[in-house]
């Protein structure tokens, strides 16, 4: 539970505030420890069930997002376009964790018959949203930046 509330309130903050500084990279680095861990008790939660469900398919996007943001980072000096998939990559990332948040804190409230309307028409919702905000936010983002960093 802590790793889940620390990974929404620092992706939120991370989401809000200037980007480059010192608070965002260390904000940044909470992230990506909570996400860590709630990743893992994610892919644990296959001991509860005793199945691969779809809360672990949710779980293996989230880490691919996760890692091609962070991933970014690592090869800053090799890629020009660095920038971009860092963005992506965490955007898709933060995203996913908003999505898993309405899902799981909704999904118990519809009778059984419901489950699949609300979980992935929620999802899709969140997604949606998520890609509309990404999108548009994107280009005055990124080239703000790029001019900047010279």
């Keep these: 539970m802590l790793a889940a509330l620390t990974a929404i309130s620092t992706g939120t903050y991370i989401l809000f505030t200037t980007k480059g500084t010192s608070a965002h990279r260390l904000a940044g680095r909470f992230y990506a420890v909570s996400m860590g861990l709630l990743l893992c008790t994610a892919f644990q939660m296959y001991y509860l069930s005793g199945c691969f469900g779809i809360v672990h398919w949710g779980a293996v996007g989230s880490g691919i997002d996760l890692l091609v943001g962070l991933g970014a980072l690592g090869l800053k000096a090799l890629s020009r376009s660095w920038l971009t998939w860092h963005y992506l990559g965490m ?42 905000l990404l999108y548009h936010h994107y280009p005055g983002w990124i080239r703000a930046i790029r001019y900047t960093s010279g």
């Design 91 to 132: 955007g898709a990332s933060i995203t996913g964790l908003y999505a898993a948040f309405f899902v799981e804190s909704t999904y118990r409230f519809f009778p059984e018959i419901y489950y699949w309307w609300v979980t992935l028409g929620l999802a899709a919702l969140v997604f949606l949203v998520g890609s509309f």
